[in-house]
């Protein structure tokens, strides 16, 4: 069975700091990763997604997530946290040749000036 | 581009009663979804139209609840005989056959009491 996990039900970190938003995966075949954030009272937003090629990938607000498959993870990243950020973030993953997305519990991104 | 568009945005309902959500998907999207989410939890799968026809319903989707999408444009989830374990917010999303990223609507907020 196909699940997403997040292990960090809360991440704290100081407004200019680097963070990570950690995830990890198990599907049966290649994964299409992605990351959604959830502002409160809001639907999810895109941030950014793995497909194929570069391990690195970049997205939106100046997020980028790193696609590691021998370790099946897929964390999130920023080099310089703002108050802004703060927010939940959803690691979701999609089996190819299939068509609804798995979302991990999220975690809360907690950003303090 | 409008993207996904969903009313109402809350609704509170009586134990008993039926409430009707709507989604309009990003024009040409031919793929339309509906996920559940209550507080603390990921989004969760509950069924997905390619076109008009309904090709996968969660479990999750008692007999109480019924999606259509009539012209494969916009779909109406009905929750019949609401039950107070019901209340959630549903979330509408959208994706093209030849896309790879699901966006989402705003939810609609369901409570009742």
């Known amino acids: 069975a196909q699940s997403v996990a997040q292990p960090e039900d809360q991440v704290n970190v100081a407004e200019g700091n680097p963070l990570t938003v950690k995830c990890t995966y198990s599907v049966s075949g290649n994964p299409y990763l992605f990351w959604y954030v959830q502002y409160p009272n809001r639907g999810l937003q895109f941030l950014l997604k793995y497909i194929t090629g570069d391990n690195l990938v970049k997205g939106s607000y100046g997020f980028e997530a790193e696609f590691n498959k021998s370790q099946t993870s897929f964390h999130l990243k920023k080099p310089s946290a703002l108050v802004s950020d703060s927010a939940l973030y959803f690691c979701a993953v999609r089996v190819r040749n299939t068509d609804k997305l798995i979302f991990g519990t999220g975690t809360r991104l907690q950003v303090f000036p | 581009d409008t993207g996904v568009s969903q009313d109402p945005r809350h609704k509170i309902t009586k134990r008993g009663q039926n409430v009707t959500f709507r989604c309009d998907p990003i024009s040409e999207h031919n793929r339309l979804y509906w996920y559940r989410q209550t507080l603390g939890q990921g989004p969760e799968f509950l069924t997905y139209f390619q076109n008009e026809a309904q090709l996968e319903k969660s479990r999750l989707l008692s007999d109480r609840f019924s999606a259509e999408r009539p012209k494969g444009s916009f779909s109406t989830l009905e929750i019949q005989r609401t039950e107070q374990g019901d209340s959630a917010m549903y979330l509408c999303?959208?994706?093209?056959?030849?896309?790879?990223?699901?966006?989402f609507g705003e939810g609609s907020w369901l409570t009742v009491v």
């Open positions: 999303a959208s994706d093209s056959l030849s896309g790879n990223t699901i966006y």
